[in-house]
């Protein structure tokens, strides 16, 4: 029996550095795409379309794993709860994955323009740099179950937030200049960045729960 | 051994109805917030918000009894998978009450002005018609497991993504004369009936893979 709960529990560390290998994959791949779209490098644009492939492959690779788990260790109460909680959270990376790649089609569509007016590099700098942290303390958070962090990466949300409201209203100020389909672009760039981020905090909570039992 | 078989069929039964459930609950939601945006109706947006919650309660509750059947009949194999399979249905199905909601929120927001330029009505009319198919449809395939609907499904799809182009299109148009405000208004929109029409597809898809064990 203490041998096969340490297998078991082996299997559940595995389950628990896919997770954290798949927050550097989005944390790399946001990191690309905003530095793909600033410098308009179609090369990197491409290798982030490109790479949303294997990020998705370990998503259902990890997937598959955690269902032959349950299957095999029948686990009950709270080992159940971490499995399906792990199934969630891998659906939460997956969908950062595609945001990045969303991300990196609008540099490739717009090429070899600048999608991004100059004006407002600074402020989807920041956005990128905000999306890349929080997906990697997202991962320090898996790996850690530190909640203090896990509240952290919510209020790193928040700055995100504060981000796209000022975006937004950069768009709507009456010296507009950029035209209708610049709006369109960066109307969609923000809801990006800010769902990337809604879902890194959607991992965090989910792990705070684990661990207290309770909603932050 | 045949009675506790007979009751975890039950279960499962359950399980899929209370789906079907949530279908409807989304489709009359997004039925609800393209009416209250169409017509600048704030009471009914305000239903559409606060109805989004028995969405979510529902599918938080579905989820708890998914895990808890998981515990008790240790399930294996296809019985497992189609667990696994509903609590994701579960998850997409909750995100389409989401979208609605944030449908309704763009109305609510413009209100008693009209969030959409009267020309695009029509359209608008269609995205919302589209969508509420799609979700009734998604219903269908979840209590009948018909693998020709869940087909249809992705034609709708289809359709919808045309409607979803037909908008930018006119967002572009050289003469597009409703301002900046209107443009990010109408691609968040335009955001949201796609993304809910993708959930659809995705839960249909699920189905489809349940059924046949291939993707479409």
Redesign the interface.
Known sequence: MALIRSVFQDELDSVSQSLVDLTSMVAESIDKATTAILTTDLKLAEEVIAADSNIDSLQHELESRI?DI??RQ?P??SD??AL?TA??MS?DLERMGDLSHHVAKIARLRHPGDAIPLELHPMFQSMGTAAQKIAHKTGVVISTRNTEMALEVERDDDEMDKLHRQL?GS??EPN?KHG??S??DL??LG?YYERFADHAVSVSRRVYFLVTGTYA
């Open positions: 269902i349950m299957a029948q009950v109460a159940l709860r399906v199934l969630r659906a937004i768009i709507l507009w209708v389909e709006a369109i109307t969609l809801r």
